[in-house]
Structure formats: C-alpha cells, structure tokens
C-alpha cells in the first residue's frame, strides 16, 4: 500500500517545523534517482514559479469620501483612465489601460508598479453632481497608504503552456511574443516549464477556487477560473495540455506585494502590459501527485504558431519541447531557428524558492481547494452576427 | 590583432568607387562590415570593423580614405544595460543577431560588448527598457 498525505497532515508539519519542500526543479533529479514512492516518503510540498507578461491584471482601489463628496463617474491615475462604472470612490485600474498624456510609454501597469513602490500617484476624477455627492471634480495625490483597500484582481494569469511563436513573413511583427523577425529569423515562447504551477498539477487535482498562492510577493488566493480556461485542449498521455489550457483569475492585496515581483512592461508598437509573478505549492497527497511533479522539461511540450498569419486561428506548424526551447534553438521542416524566451526563468526560480522559504519559516499554510476549477469547457470565439 | 571600429561618410560621387576593395587588397585589412547604407547617386554609410595586425596599416587605410573624399569618425555610440533593473527575460536576445545578447546555462542575460554592432534593435525588444545608446 502506498501512502497518501492529507492537507491537514501537512500543514501540522509546517506547525511543528518537520515540513520538507522542494523546488519543481530540486524534484526532478529526486524522483529519478529515489524513486515515486521513496520522494513521496520524504518530501510534502513541491514549489512552482512563473514571472511574465499578464497582459489580464488590475486592481481595484477604493478612494475614501472627500469632503464634500463626490460620485466618481470618470476616474484617472497619473493621467491614465481608470474604470469608475462601480460604486462612488470604486475604481479598477487595468493594466493595459495607456496614459492620455504619454501614450504608449506609460499605462495601468506602470500606475500599479508605482503604487507598491510606495510612490504618490495623481487622482483626478469627475462626478455629475448629485443631492448625496454634490461635487463635480477633485483632483489629489494618493498613495498605497491613503486607500481603504487596493487589491490585485487579475482576471488570466498563470497560463498553463503557451504558445511558440514564429513569423513566416517577409516582414518583422512586433507582438505580445516581442518581435518576430521575418521568414522564420526567430521563435519565442512564454513558459517557466518544469517550473509553471499548472504544468505541474495539470488536471487540477490540488489548485482550485480558494488555494493560497504567493502572488507579486504577497499572499494571494486562486479566485475563479480564469478567462479562457480552457482544459479542453488536447492533451498528451500524461494529461498534460499541448497549448494554452488552463488559466486562473487571482487575487491579493497589493500591499503585501513589491515591484521585485510587480513590474510594468512595454511590448513595442503593442502596448503595456504586467510582469506578475506567482508561485503555487503543490502538495505531494499521493504517488499520482509525485509523478506529475517530476515531469521535465523533455516531457514538457508546446505547439509552435506562425504569427505572420494575422487571423484567429493561426497555422500550427509542429511540437517541441521545452527542453528543445530552452537548449537555444529548434528544427522546423530541416531549418534550424534560434529560440528567446521571454518570461524570466531566473525569477521563476527566485519565486519557487522564496514560497519554499516561507513555507519552511511557518509563515504560509496550504490550503485545500473550496471547488474545483471546471475540467472540460472550451473556449468560444467571438463569430459577428450579420443583420 | 589590432582593430578599430569606424563610421564612414561617402560623397554621393564616391559610392562607386570600390574603395572597400583597396583596403583589402592594397593595405591587408580584414573588413567586418556592420552596417551598411549605399544607394548609388546618394551620401553613403558604412560601418566598418577593420583589423590588421598592426595598427599602422590600419591608419594607413583609413588616411587614404580620407584622401578620396571619405569622412571618418569612430563609432562612439554604445549600448548600456541597467543591469539592476534587468528581470533576465531575454527577449532582448530574439533580436540579437549577432549573439551580443544571450541566455547562459543559469538563465541570466550576458552582454558581450565586444560582439555588439549596434543595431538598436535590442532598445525596443526590451520590454522593462533598461537597454539605451550611449553617444
Ligand atoms: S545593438 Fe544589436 S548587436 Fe548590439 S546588443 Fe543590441 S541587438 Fe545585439
Ligand atoms: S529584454 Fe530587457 S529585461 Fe529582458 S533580459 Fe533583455 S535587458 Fe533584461
């Protein structure tokens, strides 16, 4: 009989100090020189890590009444629109959101970077003037400090596999996947690997609604699924998806976070986007979780999209593996193409280690998943209706 | 080896004299051609890395350029990392042709001066911009 470990088991031995974790990489080696059921004996939690682009993140600030008060119909944050359709000092800065004075240079993402920074940030809104919140405009400086609550509330994050890009075109592409130099000069892909949280519980045995993650240096917790979840992509026979599968909506309070781990990021002639980076434990419940866990990089594969076709579907052109990406360059059709990452592996790494620390320290439990993530829907597209 | 890195300025008449072509064969120097602007009928551009293994052939080379009408001038600018606010993504290097820029075996940027030819093209593909020309 093998053994299997519950939460409870677990988090009383982060109590009492005999906890062990490992890094999604440490486990690797592990597992092959000891053995499923030997690492499943010794280590409780492994550890994961991503740092890249969300370009689906935001926060939602609340401003505190002025006096007199004001009903907030249109709200910005160092010039850039914030959305205010909620209740009266409600707003919800999102990150791709571009500034009205300095355009593509600066955006929401940059507003939420200078806000853990502990930096003053220029509020300016409008009201229409009611019997309750007479006021029509104000216009002050807020910090992190002076707001009731700013929370992270990010709608995708932590994209379980992505894409490579490539452009087949006689010209270069600038894209949310850097640039792409033409007639296939190079290919990039988004993905921390061994290390990314949901290429590690790829069926989403142990991350659901409710689980408690580290998030931009903080503590967050999975909220929801995320948008365009998709588990429905097709899958190899380890379950795991050959594309963009799953995503998590997730949430925290900024003020437990830092801009090591909340960066603002320009992708040129594309937009603004937010470097977030997350960390989810997996727990080590049974001998099924230890064999998901040590799944490597060569196992690990993704699907390469010629980006030079500016449609919805674009054409699948082959699958590689993240060892292949990672080794500097791939083979596609006999050419062999130089491959960029572009999500940062070292800060990964940084983050699977600093939850590992915190959980050593006692200073984060695990938690069991209140519900499941939905484990079969797909993704629809947006067809118009002609009249 | 003695090398020298030069920005050179042709008169529209002198594009089509083969100048590169004496300095190979008239003073013995390997030519690295970085970055190239010619259109017939138009000032051109051209830069060059010359190497030789001495420094005196080189001069040699450049003043005979000068004679024709050539102008010379070092290639001042330079490409600076703010290596302190680098997050080590490495989208920096898709565009690095010249492998200046690339991943070593921890997954940390290394930029190496010496094979930079300056193409700019690094300074936009930075998405956390700490990569600027310096002149
Ligand atoms: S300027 Fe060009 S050659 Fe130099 S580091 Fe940047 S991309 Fe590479
Ligand atoms: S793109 Fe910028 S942040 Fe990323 S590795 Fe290159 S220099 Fe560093």
Redesign the pocket.
Known sequence: MSITKSYEEINEKIKTGKVVVATAEEIIPMVQEEGVSKVLEKVDIVTTGTFGAMCSSGAFLNFGHADPPIRMSKVWLNDVPAYAGIAAVDAYIGATELSETKGEEYGGAHVIEELVSGKKIKLKALGTGTDCYPRKEIETWVDLNDLNQAYLFNPRNAYQNYSVAVNSSSRAYHTYMGILLPNFGNATYSTSGELSPLLNDPEYRTIGIGTRIFLGGGTGYVAWEGTQHNPAQQRDENGLPLASAGTLAVVGDLREMSSKYLRAGIFHNYGISLYVGIGIPIPLLDEEMVKKVAISNKDLKTTIYDYGIQRRSKPALGVVSYADLRSGSINLDGKQIPTAPLS?LDKAREIAKELKAWILSGRFYLTEPVAALPYRDGVKPLDEEVE | MAKKRVVLTFPPELTEIPLTYHLVKDFDLAINILKAKITPGEEGKLVLELSNGSLEKIEDGLDYLEKHGVTIQPLSKEIV?DEE?????????AVCNSKA?SMDADAR?VFNKESCIVCEL?VS????R??KVMF
């Open positions: 940062s | 990392l606010k680098c997050i080590n993504c490495g989208a920096c290097t820029l940027l690094c593909a930075c998405p956390m700490v990569i």
